[in-house]
């Protein structure tokens, strides 16, 4: 399988949930991960769709894309070629080398409603975010052929990692690195507080593509801590080698 699950929020048409779910069936991929969905997915017209797809998939239903996010360490957004042109995206084959070292069970796609997409928030706590390349004059492809159109590139371009990279962190651990990180910039000054997400949502992106580790967080945290004991330091004095209770593995 190319990754663990498909995360799909706020899908509103049945026929798109049921050819969803037959592509990733056709995949192999086993979960699917529904953020507030506006049909159920045991619909007549999703049953049909889907084509006794759902024999094959766990299907979760969830209030929040946090709690849809929990399991896996890296999330792949997907945004369409209309607008966005302020994010960092991939290319297909940008995203094939970025996930080539991090383990498939781990990694799961977010696609969002068939009219909106994925809102800026979803995009923000996404570690990659992805672009199907389609032509400028009609861009915006329909839910389930953008999800086989990726999952079937995928699929033919990931060969099973042999690698010894140490696997990213999970979500809860990045999210709160990030909460950490926006403390500490917005305390020595470094973030606009009237707009911090400017600069946050391209460190969020930047540790992303980075597959960031465990131990990489501790030295992070290490050196929020440190910058805002500077911060409050009082002048000449000398500040610690190493912030307390920090603690940093080779």
């Known amino acids: 399988m190319p990754v663990a699950a498909l995360v799909l929020v706020e899908t509103s048409l049945p026929g798109n949930l049921g050819a969803a779910f037959r592509v990733a069936a056709n995949f192999g991929v086993g979960r699917i991960e529904l953020v507030q969905p506006h049909v159920e997915p045991d619909d007549p017209e999703v049953l049909a769709w889907a084509c006794g797809a759902l024999d094959l998939l766990e299907v979760q239903v969830h209030g929040t894309l946090d709690a849809a996010a929990a399991p896996y360490r890296t999330l792949v957004g997907t945004a369409s070629a209309r607008g966005r042109d302020n994010l960092p995206v991939l290319t297909p084959p940008e995203l094939v080398a970025a996930l080539a070292t991090r383990s498939p069970e781990a990694t799961a796609l977010l696609f969002g409603n068939e009219t909106r997409g994925l809102p800026r928030r979803a995009l923000d706590r996404c570690d990659l975010v992805a672009r199907i390349p389609t032509q400028p004059g009609f861009p915006v492809l329909n839910l389930a052929q953008a999800i086989a159109a990726l999952i079937g590139y995928l699929a033919i371009e990931l060969a099973p990692s042999t690698g010894t990279v140490d696997p990213p962190a999970d979500q809860a651990a990045v999210n709160a ?6 403390q500490s910039l917005l305390t020595i000054g470094f ?60």
Do not use: F, Y
Request: with cysteine; net charge negative.
């Open 191 to 250: 973030l606009d507080p009237v707009n911090p997400q400017r600069i946050l949502r391209k460190l969020r992106r930047l540790l992303g593509r980075a597959g960031i580790s465990d131990d990489e967080i501790a030295i992070l945290h290490g050196i929020c801590r440190q910058m805002e004991w500077a911060a409050n330091a009082e002048p000449g004095e000398l500040p610690a080698p190493h912030p307390p209770g920090d603690e940093v593995t080779e």
């Open 177 to 182: 690195l990030m909460s950490h990180l926006e």
